[in-house]
């Protein structure tokens, strides 16, 4: 089954303990990107990765980091978190980007609560 | 960047109401997909439509591509149908960023 998989899908954790956010697809995907998502705000997209060892900033890459060694897994990694980084994130993953027949898969999503 | 706009922002229907969201976008388009949001917070894939008319069950999509807006049609609702509705596209001339709306969330009341 064609799926995009994120974990933990869950997680409270606290000011400054480094966590990271497993993505993993098996579609053999070229793009891949995280969004988190806020009350009001959106959907707003953190880093993104056009292929592998190919990454790049978001609108919001502030406090993230990202890494794209292998093909499948783009995991999503807070050094040092802050209670602004509480959201609910996304991991999404589509063929290729910028051309027609695109269409986005996304994870489940991930609730991370930084107390 | 290309702009895009939803509505109407909220709406609640009784169920068995039929309704239409609307996507406004202020560019051309490669790719534009409609995803519901349901209450758990799972982003599920509606509709991939980038132009014309396609149907699954209530549900049914149009983008008028050359005139920049796309509709979703849900028929005879239900309260499962409940959530919020976002419209996501990649514009022609940004490949690398897909834009989300701002999304319609729809109460369907038995």
């Known amino acids: 089954e064609a799926q995009v998989t994120q974990n933990p899908r869950y997680l409270i954790t606290v000011t400054g303990k480094k966590l990271t956010v497993t993505c993993s697809q098996n579609?053999?995907?070229?793009?891949m990107s995280w969004y988190r998502q806020d009350p009001g705000l959106g959907l707003r997209q953190i880093y993104y990765?056009?292929?592998?060892?190919?990454?790049d900033k978001g609108d919001v890459p502030e406090g993230y980091k990202v890494s794209r060694k292998e093909k499948r897994n783009f995991p999503l990694i807070l050094e040092s978190p802050s209670p602004n980084q509480t959201s609910l994130y996304f991991c999404?993953?589509?063929?290729?980007?910028?051309?027609?027949?695109?269409?986005?898969?996304f994870g489940e999503g991930s609730w991370l609560t930084v107390v | 960047g290309i702009q895009v706009e939803q509505s109407p922002p909220d709406l609640i229907l009784q169920e068995g109401a039929n309704s239409t969201l609307r996507c406004n976008f202020s560019?051309?388009?490669?790719?534009l997909q409609w995803f519901h949001q349901n209450p758990w917070g799972q982003l599920i894939n509606l509709f991939y439509?980038?132009?014309g008319t396609k149907q699954n069950g209530r549900l049914s999509a149009t983008t008028v591509a050359t005139e920049r807006y796309s509709l979703l049609y849900i028929s005879s609702s239900q309260t499962t149908d409940s959530g919020v509705y976002f419209c996501?596209?990649?514009?022609?001339?940004?490949?690398?960023?897909?834009?989300f709306g701002p999304g319609t969330s729809l109460s369907v009341i038995p």
């Open positions: 999404a993953s589509s063929p290729y980007a910028g051309s027609s027949g695109n269409t986005i898969y």
């Open positions: 579609m053999n995907h070229e793009y």
């Open positions: 990765s056009m292929n592998v060892e190919v990454t």
């Open positions: 560019d051309s388009v490669n790719n």
């Open positions: 439509i980038p132009s």
């Open positions: 996501a596209l990649e514009g022609k001339t940004s490949y690398d960023k897909v834009i």
